[in-house]
């Protein structure tokens, strides 16, 4: 089973800064990462598929990088309605199976 | 626009059963694979089960394997999710979601809160 790491645990910014979140799986998944938001009380958000593509919708201040084992969320400047939980999530080969990163919580310093 | 709306949540005690349904508007429901997704109180997401636009494959997470079935009717643009066994660490909110290239979640229901408990 593959694991996924996210860090820090916390990230706390102001807004206008930039936030660079981290996610590491335990073995390569290729680019089979995606990026979610999540705010108290609503359903998670994709931001981001393929390690670097964004979903529709998702403002160019949200991008992804990285393959193999090491993938980043970055948010070039800070917005009011940024502060949230920001998950990663991958999936294994065949059988599709998923999994979800321990979260990342970007909080107002 | 699409829109997902789960019910079926509620309290059940620890070795009982309950059915979830997803009720799928705005899209072509049978052309796309769907998800059962579920949060515990104030933890992360953990995927639970995948089923193939037609129903022909299902995957689950080994936490629920051998107790949970999903399943869907195209007819109905309803997806649904048989738990059987339960046990206290099932309480979460449980989301289905569609899939996006069998690679993501692109959209999300609201959720239905199942909580086990005696």
């Known amino acids: 089973e593959i694991v996924l790491t996210q860090s820090p645990a916390t990230l706390s910014l102001s807004p206008g800064e930039r936030a660079t979140l981290s996610c590491r799986a335990s073995?390569?998944?290729?680019?089979?990462l995606a990026w979610y938001q999540q705010k108290p009380g609503q359903a998670p958000r994709l931001l981001i598929y393929d390690a670097s593509n964004r979903a529709t919708g998702i403002p160019a201040r949200f991008s992804g990088s990285g393959s193999g084992t090491d993938f980043t969320l970055t948010i070039s400047s800070l917005e009011p309605e940024d502060f949230a939980v920001y998950y990663c999530?991958?999936?294994?080969?065949?059988?599709?199976?998923?999994?979800f990163g321990p979260g990342t919580k970007v909080d107002f310093k | 626009q699409v829109h997902l709306v789960e019910s079926g949540g509620g309290v059940v005690q620890p070795g009982g059963s309950l059915t979830l349904s997803c009720a799928a508007s705005?899209?072509?429901?049978?052309?796309?694979?769907m998800h059962w997704v579920r949060q515990a109180p104030g933890k992360g997401l953990e995927w639970v089960a995948f089923i193939q636009y037609d129903g022909s494959n299902k995957c689950y997470a080994d936490s629920v394997k051998g107790r949970f079935t999903i399943s869907r009717d195209n007819s109905k643009n309803t997806l649904s999710l048989q738990m059987n066994s339960l046990r206290p660490e099932d309480t979460a909110v449980y989301y289905c979601?569609?899939?996006?290239?069998?690679?993501?979640?692109?959209?999300w229901g609201q959720g239905t809160l199942v909580t086990v408990s005696s």
């Open positions: 999530q991958q999936r294994s080969n065949w059988p599709p199976l998923f999994t």
């Open positions: 705005g899209f072509s429901f049978s052309r796309y694979a």
């Open positions: 979601a569609k899939d996006y290239g069998v690679i993501a979640f692109d959209y």
């Open positions: 073995q390569s998944v290729g680019s089979y």
